[in-house]
């Protein structure tokens, strides 16, 4: 009896296909590259400062926590680094190093470990970091004054926050191809749209991220941008510039789709993704603050688990 | 085996194995040395049994433990009994294993021979409640189960495996005249057969409808081809046989006309053997062989960690030991090497959604997993459709948290059934 063979005795299903979360976050911060890159062509060394701290501080916050908490170390799965890395790309160029510590602090611990680690936060972590951060510290974020030593050879004038104090005149010289391929200033990761974009096709492509959160996103966007525009286009730009400025693409491609805060239910996803579209441009056009964003996404992430209780009729209700 | 596909804008689908067209004849194993038969009987130490170690049993004697159950195995083989003894097997089920050692030449018992002249329900109840394929013979006379339609299924129920299309193909013949005497024995005329395409044509001048399922797995669950089928639904926590409609697998009813028109109890059982490198092959051995005869046969060698499953990759069971029996409904063997056993995990869920996409049944597993993780099996149950899960073990399969999903579900309901 004893020396029988030991096999190893399982539940079944007894095949995986071998996807994993490290897969899922690699590729995401894979996509994410092309931007990140572009940022760093343009800002030099002290955006490379600002990703390379945002990311190994965000590593260390996760495994501090996991250490605290004693809980399995988390790190190898690469959220960590993933959030680490959304963060910076949102950050301005030339934040402080005490700005970017601060916000991947609130990231990973507020946003993430409390609610439990990956999966249980309610809200992207990233946005939650970057949130707090623009209402506490809101002069690190007046992208003009923050690129103020920057000359790169084209208009070097935030267009949101031209848009919001000038009006639409001040934008006119911006054309939607400049936009697309990068020549406006802005936050390290969000200035390249057509990178943004190309990350976000393949993430599509590969399933990664669900593409009814980003279509419906961009989608809302653009239809709410031209119902102002029509009823108004001396007072608000047009949709295509309200898409390719600010963090518009970075939201619907890359904070928007964050698994844990966005609905997985076929009809949810479209109302949170639209849902954040409209209230974007709400804010923009008639709030208070130059970007929406960051908000718009946090207030769709508050409605999520509402939204997903509309789901399908499960086979054997109803009886 | 199956990996997630590089390009993913759609769910992925699974396709069933279809048999192929060049598929030889199973290979047929030795009589084994000795079988061991699971009788459905939880072992009681105190109880005097009828039957007892050192009894001669000839194949296709009956062999129960008392008058008064009506529990029994079929002798596969001519021998001697050598121990009787409780074996428990998944969830704590319990039945009693009759070993039974050969001898030296096979004898046929003729006990079934007298009645199989009459074919009868009680006859079918008494002698082939666990012929090869296991044909719920027992629920026409279970009076709360008013089965109405009987489906035959020639397709199987799960991946990788051709076993029941095996039978669909070699024995058509003994499958019209089991269909015949199911028709007389129970008085049913609703006999539905469930077919993939290509064997359409196999089956044709069968006198019964034949409906087509898809070969997306899990299409052939018997669920699925209620709702897709059928157009019937099956409320959640039922049966299919609650709502009057039972399922016989192809081999089952070959077993049933074979047995009629012989006289003789089928023993053997078609199987499908998959190997370490993926490799199939079918193999034809008696029900209760060891599975380590089986190995010794085809050569496989076994080795420290690998994994041995019984039945099929998707809702099949692990097995712990070699000497594990062939089981009237093991459609299938499968062998994984230590390297290719993929470990589950115990991740939080992510809420990627891979679950929900991939539902047949549309359970919100991304909540449901939550709440079974929680241990709060009655508020999973109630809010979250735990009962209304088939079973096909999909989720688990697509979980990128690699959680064991299909199992917390299988514990759940487990769980509050016992309650």
């Known amino acids: 009896m004893f020396d029988q063979k030991k096999f190893v005795v399982s539940h079944a299903p007894f095949l995986h296909d071998e996807s994993r979360i490290s897969e899922r976050s690699y590729n995401i911060m894979l996509a994410a590259l092309p931007a990140v890159l572009f940022g760093l062509v343009h800002y030099g060394i002290p955006a490379l400062g600002v990703v390379s701290l945002s990311i190994s501080s965000s590593i260390i916050w996760e495994f501090l926590m996991n250490y605290v908490t004693k809980r399995p170390k988390s790190i190898g799965d690469g959220n960590a680094a993933l959030i680490g890395l959304l963060f910076a790309m949102l950050l301005p160029a030339t934040s402080p190093w005490w700005l970017v510590l601060t916000g991947t602090f609130v990231s990973v611990v507020i946003g993430k470990q409390i609610f439990g680690g990956i999966g249980g936060n309610p809200f992207n972590p990233a946005l939650i970091g970057i949130a707090i951060l623009m209402v506490s510290w809101k002069n690190f974020f007046d992208f003009d004054d923050a690129l103020l030593n920057y000359d790169l050879g084209f208009i070097m004038v935030y267009p949101l926050a031209a848009l919001k104090h000038f009006g639409v005149s001040a934008v006119d010289s911006f054309t939607i191809s400049d936009l697309l391929l990068g020549r406006q200033i802005g936050a390290i990761g969000t200035t390249f749209g057509i990178g943004i974009i190309a990350g976000g096709i393949y993430l599509i492509i590969r399933g990664f991220i669900r593409w009814e959160i980003s279509l419906s996103f961009l989608a809302g966007v653009l239809i709410t941008a031209l119902i102002f525009d029509l009823y108004d286009s001396t007072r608000y730009a047009g949709p295509f510039f309200h898409l390719l400025t600010g963090y518009t693409l970075i939201g619907a491609f890359f904070l928007a789709t964050e698994d844990s805060s966005s609905p997985v239910n076929f009809i949810p996803m479209f109302i949170y993704g639209a849902g954040g579209g409209i209230m974007t441009v709400l804010i923009r056009n008639i709030g208070a603050h130059v970007d929406g964003v960051v908000f718009a996404v946090i207030l769709m992430n508050i409605a999520n688990p509402l939204l997903d209780k509309i789901r399908p009729k499960a086979i054997g209700k109803g009886f | ?419």
């Open chain 2, 1 to 419: 085996m199956l990996k997630r596909s590089f390009i993913r804008l759609t769910k992925p689908r699974f396709k069933n194995e279809l048999l192929p067209d060049t598929q030889t004849e199973p290979q047929k194993i030795s009589t084994p040395k000795k079988v061991t038969l699971l009788l459905d009987n939880s072992f009681d130490q105190k109880e005097v049994f009828l039957l007892k170690e050192g009894d001669k049993v000839k194949t296709g004697r009956k062999l129960f433990l008392s008058k008064d159950s009506d529990t029994y195995v079929i002798s596969t083989i001519t021998g001697t009994v050598t121990s009787i003894s409780p074996y428990t097997g998944d969830f704590g089920d319990t039945y009693t294993a009759i070993s039974i050692v050969a001898g030296e030449e096979e004898e046929i018992d003729d006990e079934f021979e007298k009645y199989c002249k009459e074919p009868n329900l009680d006859v079918a109840k008494k002698f082939l409640a666990c012929v090869p394929g296991n044909p719920p013979i027992n629920l026409f006379s279970d009076p709360d189960k008013r089965i109405n339609t009987i489906v035959i299924c020639g397709v199987d129920s799960d991946l990788l495996i051709t076993t029941r299309q095996y039978a669909v193909k070699s024995d058509i013949e003994a499958i019209k005249s089991g269909i015949h005497f199911l028709k007389k024995i129970t008085g049913i005329d609703n006999i539905i057969m469930a077919a993939h395409r290509n064997q359409i044509q196999e089956c044709g001048d069968t006198d019964i409808e034949i409906k087509e399922v898809n070969s997306d797995y899990p299409s052939t669950h018997p669920h699925l081809i209620m709702k897709d089928i059928l157009g019937q639904s099956v409320p959640e926590g039922r049966s299919c046989e609650d709502v009057g409609v039972c399922f016989f697998s192809a081999e089952a009813i070959a077993a049933i006309g074979n047995a009629f028109n012989n006289g003789k109890i089928p023993v053997t059982k078609n199987l499908t053997l998959i190997k370490k490198d993926g490799s199939k092959m079918m193999v034809s051995t008696r029900i209760g062989t060891p599975i380590s005869e089986i190995f010794d046969a085809f050569e496989v060698t076994l080795n420290e960690k690998d994994r041995i499953i019984a039945g099929g990759p998707m809702t099949g069971s692990a097995v712990f030991s070699e000497d594990y029996p062939i089981q009237p409904d093991t459609d299938a063997i499968i062998v994984q090497d230590k390297d290719s056993v993929k470990k589950v995990l115990d991740n939080p869920c992510i809420n990627c959604g891979e679950c929900i996409r991939i539902c047949p049944a549309k359970v919100p597993i991304n909540m449901l997993i939550r709440f079974l993780q929680a241990g709060q099996y009655g508020t999973a149950a109630e809010q979250y459709d735990l009962f209304s899960c088939i079973e096909c073990g999909l989720c688990s399969f697509v979980c990128i948290s690699r959680i064991p999903i299909f199992q917390y579900i299988r514990l759940a309901k487990y769980e509050l059934r016992s309650d």
